[in-house]
């Protein structure tokens, strides 16, 4: 069964930095296209950045140079570092594992995490 | 870059079929995802690659897609698909993953 579990989630100031992690199960991460995405309260789905089992990553235009996706192939598990946080970063943050497109590439958003909030307040 | 189009709000009776439209520039060339969220919960996808349903999710869900709009059918709507409906592609010219703005469905 693939599980995925977010953590790191808090309170910090406007500037600061912060490292999300998303431990996974069922699978290998490495072998997946992974990818974050986030949810401010009350709003709708953004998505955040997504890496390919290849390494290739991509990022929203809101958090390039800004946000760095990783992965721990060894803990089997993703990584989102945050900097320069500002006060519209406040959201949830869902990991995600993307399912192999019926077409080649990635394709849906098939299984989700239960998120972790951040909020980045003075 | 690339928008979806989203209802705020669509209601439905119970019973009746409720249509959620996601509306693009040139959409029927691309691959629409649907996805339902209740309160409190992570998304769920419900369709995928315009119309395949994932294994879990009832047979009256289904979805379609030509031309500048994408539809998410739910035929005889029950309470429990009371929840926010999200639409989402990959836009390949700008390499960006893109979601509608939502929209809720509610059960009269």
């Known amino acids: 069964e693939v599980q995925l579990a977010e953590a790191g989630g808090g309170l910090i100031q406007p500037g600061g930095s912060l490292r999300l992690s998303c431990a996974a199960s069922g699978f290998t991460v490495s072998g997946s296209y992974m990818s974050w995405v986030r949810q401010a309260p009350g709003k709708g789905l953004e998505w955040v950045s997504i890496i390919y089992s290849g390494g290739l990553t991509y990022y929203a235009d809101s958090v390039k140079d800004r946000f760095t996706i990783s992965r721990d192939n060894s803990k089997n598990t993703l990584y989102l570092q945050m900097n320069s946080l500002t006060v519209e970063d406040t959201a949830f943050y869902y990991c995600?594992?993307?399912?192999?497109?019926?077409?080649?590439?990635?394709?849906?958003?098939?299984?989700w995490g239960q998120g972790t909030l951040v909020t980045v307040s003075s | 870059s690339y928008v979806l189009t989203q209802p705020p709000s669509v209601s439905v009776a119970p019973g009746k079929t409720a249509r959620i439209t996601c509306g693009g520039n040139?959409?029927?060339?691309?691959?629409v995802h649907w996805y339902q969220q209740k309160p409190g919960q992570a998304p769920v996808v419900v369709i995928y690659s315009d119309s395949e349903r994932p294994s879990g999710i009832p047979e009256r869900f289904s979805g379609s897609n030509s031309g500048e709009t994408a539809t998410l059918t739910i035929s005889r709507v029950e309470a429990g698909d009371e929840a926010d409906y999200y639409c989402?592609?990959?836009?390949?010219?700008?390499?960006?993953?893109?979601f509608g703005g939502g929209t809720k469905l509610s059960v009269l």
């Open positions: 040139n959409i029927g060339s691309k691959s």
């Open positions: 995600v594992r993307v399912s192999p497109s019926i077409y080649g590439g990635p394709g849906e958003f098939g299984h």
């Open positions: 989402q592609l990959w836009d390949s010219s700008n390499d960006d993953w893109v």
